[in-house]
């Protein structure tokens, strides 16, 4: 085999019966650059800079801004490049905010050029991100074709999350042990792995055919989004405020929250993530934001420790698979050469619920109390569920009916 075939393999004819090792694979690795930084960027802002907590969170902020900004660009990409260049153009962005990273980690560096160049880098990341991920879960579905897209999606979502909780403690502990330049070089090389996966791996190219305006698309799947961003805000004031919720009551083990949450979380997507594509998207996403308003209801009025880990287990287990189910919805509604663009505007949807659910649950949790947030989870979940059952009852009567079935594969 020549050298340019094996950095260029062939798409693959078939859809696979389950996704792809490989590109599974490489979303971890890519991944870990977004988990790495995490509980690390903060402490070298504060401790080492000097700088205080309003531009740390301005700081680590910035590339979600970025991510959201260029989810269009993503899907633009995905659609008419296919998701593995897509993949591999955000692992080479990814790759270059780590290099900032390290850049600024560099001793005798003056703390206003350190803060330029991480904001430099953040930036980079955030750009980097939005083309790998919706790259890597729109290469997963061409793989398996989108009678599995729902399985697609809940493996790329594990691999995302696994990302997330082991990438942070290698961040932290790399940190504690070598200093700030090994977890900065961490961040640098993750996605140059996921990079070498990712050329080894075989294209699935996506279907041709009719591309919509990035506005139309967005038009087409709102509901759908909308339903994926009430979710995630119970999620994130488990991440934000379990912490503080814990220490109001006494309670010692809030490091076992996300725990729980992970548990419940994976063991569905494992167990249960053929069912959107076997019973259909609606109907598992409105079971699961029943079950997500239960676990964020056991929170709130928790009388014990028990009990409030309990709910975030009951969380956990009613998010596994809301964005699989709505995600494969989504899909539907849009001709099959718009599906980079729909899960890039469709994850968008979710950065949103991340960046405005934290600064919403605070000035909750400062009037009423922390509790209080996961009743706002709550209300959102079961808002939420009456959106999906709505969205339901409009595709049964053939209203709005989606427009992705107008185009054969």
């Known amino acids: 085999m020549s050298a340019s075939s094996a950095a260029a393999p062939r798409a693959a004819a078939h859809p696979l019966p ?26 070298f802002l504060h401790d080492g800079l000097g700088f205080g907590s309003l531009t740390v969170g301005l700081v680590i902020g910035i590339q979600f801004l970025a991510t959201v900004l260029t989810r269009g660009y993503a899907g633009r990409v995905t659609d008419q490049q296919g998701g593995r260049r897509a993949a591999l153009q955000g ?56 009678e599995r897209a729902g399985l697609s999606m809940s493996w790329t979502g594990i691999a995302m999350f696994a990302a997330l909780a082991i990438g942070a403690p290698i961040g932290m502990a790399l940190y504690q042990a070598w200093g700030l330049q090994a977890a900065m070089a961490a961040c640098l090389a993750a996605p140059l792995v996921a990079a070498g996966i990712a050329l080894r791996a075989a294209a699935h190219i996506s279907p041709a055919g009719p591309r919509l305006p990035f506005h139309r698309v967005i038009g087409q799947i709102w509901k759908e989004g909308l339903g994926l961003m009430l979710q995630g805000v119970g999620l994130s004031g488990l991440t934000a405020f379990a912490s503080l919720y814990f220490a109001a009551h006494g309670w010692g083990h809030a490091g076992l929250v996300m725990t729980a949450f992970g548990i419940g979380f994976i063991a569905v997507r494992v167990m249960l993530g053929h069912l959107p594509d076997r019973i259909g998207g609606y109907r598992v996403a409105l079971w699961s934001l029943l079950v997500e308003a239960i676990g964020q209801a056991m929170l709130w009025a928790a009388p014990s420790e028990g009990v409030a880990l309990a709910g975030a287990l009951v969380t956990g287990l009613g998010c596994a698979l ?32 991340y960046g405005l659910a934290g600064p919403a649950a605070g000035l909750i949790a400062g009037q009423f ?3 209080a947030v996961y009743l706002l989870g709550a209300a959102c979940a079961l808002l939420g569920a009456g959106l999906v059952l709505a969205s339901r009852g409009e595709h049964l009567l053939g209203i709005g009916a989606p427009c992705g079935s107008q185009y054969p594969e």
């Open 91 to 146: 692992a080479a962005f990814c790759a270059l905010g780590g290099l900032l990273y390290l850049t600024a980690a560099m001793p005798g560096l003056p703390p206003a050029a350190g803060l330029a160049v991480i904001i430099l880098g953040r930036l980079a990341a955030g750009f980097g991100e939005s083309q790998f991920v919706t790259g890597c879960v729109s290469w997963s579905i061409a793989s398996v074709g989108p």
């Open 18 to 43: 389950r996704p792809a090792p490989g590109i599974i694979a490489a979303l971890f690795c890519g991944y870990l650059a977004v988990g790495l930084p995490l509980p690390v960027l903060p402490l």
């Open 369 to 371: 109390g922390y509790a």
């Open 322 to 353: 809301i964005f699989p189910a709505l995600g494969v919805e989504a899909l539907k509604r849009v001709p099959p050469a718009n599906r980079g663009s729909a899960m890039g505007g469709f994850v968008a949807f979710l950065d949103i619920a």
